[in-house]
């Protein structure tokens, strides 16, 4: 297989998608879309997530040192790619039909349409140029009484569906393109 040099990119890398649900200084919920998210081992199993630049979501990670990561299906798509799009410091962003619960451990929003739910407190965060590394601690997980069956993992995945992101597309589970990002949310 014969190799090309280029400049870097992650286009090959697909990640799955996450909302991450913090509380306003007002108290009101608010949710962002992020797929730069992984797991740690420091002595227990912990998350890693990066986000980029001034975004609403990441002032109120940084305050609060709490949020929740919901995962994001193939039905809760246009959702997340709405709520991806449409800027935190909109007045306008939340005012659309969530179902919004509470963490059971942390002061934190939870997706009750999300099949499952890290509760996250931030432990470290690493300052770089344009962005923040966030190390987390898993407080908690909520999950769909569903997943506890005896299905496969693979079964259990391919019912809930998660969805990736790279080269600014969306793709199901499977592999299928369900749209550039800015598409999914015309259907709402």
Request: charged share 25%; net charge negative; proline share 5%.
């Amino acid at each position: 297989m014969s190799k090309i040099s280029l400049k870097p990119y992650n286009d090959y890398c697909p990640q799955t998608l996450f909302l991450y649900g913090t509380y306003n200084e007002d108290g009101k919920p608010d949710f962002g879309l992020f797929c730069w998210f992984s797991y740690i081992w420091d002595g227990e199993m912990g998350v890693m997530c990066c986000i980029g630049g001034n975004k609403l979501t990441k002032e109120n990670i940084l305050r609060d040192k709490v949020f929740s990561a919901n995962l994001v299906t193939e039905e809760l798509l246009p959702v997340a790619d709405y709520l991806g799009c449409v800027s935190g410091n909109n007045p306008d962003k939340m005012k659309i039909s969530l179902d919004i619960g509470k963490g059971e451990v942390l002061n934190v929003p939870v997706l009750n349409n999300s099949p499952v739910n890290f509760e996250l407190e931030v432990t470290d965060v690493i300052k770089k140029k344009d962005g923040d590394v966030m190390l987390c601690k898993i407080r908690n997980v909520l999950q769909d009484e569903s997943l506890s069956s005896d299905e496969t993992a693979y079964q259990k995945l391919s019912r809930i569906a998660p969805v990736k992101t790279t080269v600014k597309h969306y793709f199901g589970y499977d592999g299928r393109d369900m749209g550039a990002w800015g598409e999914p949310m015309k259907s709402l």
